[in-house]
């Protein structure tokens, strides 16, 4: 069974920046495209940027130009830098593959408040 501990998240004043990390328990985590996602309260999960096993990347238009997502295979460990960030990006953040999924972490809250 696949898992994953994300982390850095936490309280961030609007304009504010954070860097995410996820680590995989597993090296295949080199060979598939991978995502961050976020939940928010009410709301469904949704994928905001994704990372092909190549590099190539993808964002959501409400991240776009805001996010950056990379990876380092060598570590199992998928980034997620977040900059200009506003009240709307309050959620919680998880990584996984960018499709068919496996189980969730805990995910890493973040707080976009002043």
């Known amino acids: 069974q696949v898992q994953f501990v994300e982390s850095g998240g936490g309280l961030v004043q609007p304009g504010g920046s954070l860097r995410l990390s996820c680590t995989a328990s597993?090296?295949?985590?080199?060979?598939?495209?991978m995502g961050w996602y976020r939940q928010a309260p009410g709301n469904q999960r949704e994928l905001v940027a994704s990372?092909?096993?190549?590099?190539?990347?993808n964002y959501a238009d409400s991240v776009k130009g805001r996010f950056t997502i990379s990876r380092d295979n060598a570590k199992n460990t998928l980034y997620l830098r977040m900059d200009s960030l506003k009240p709307e990006d309050t959620a919680v953040y998880y990584c996984?593959?960018?499709?068919?999924?496996?189980?969730w972490g805990q995910g890493t809250q973040v707080t976009v408040s002043s």
């Open positions: 996984n593959k960018a499709r068919n999924v496996w189980s």
């Open positions: 597993t090296s295949a985590f080199s060979i598939y495209g």
């Open positions: 990372v092909t096993s190549s590099g190539n990347t």
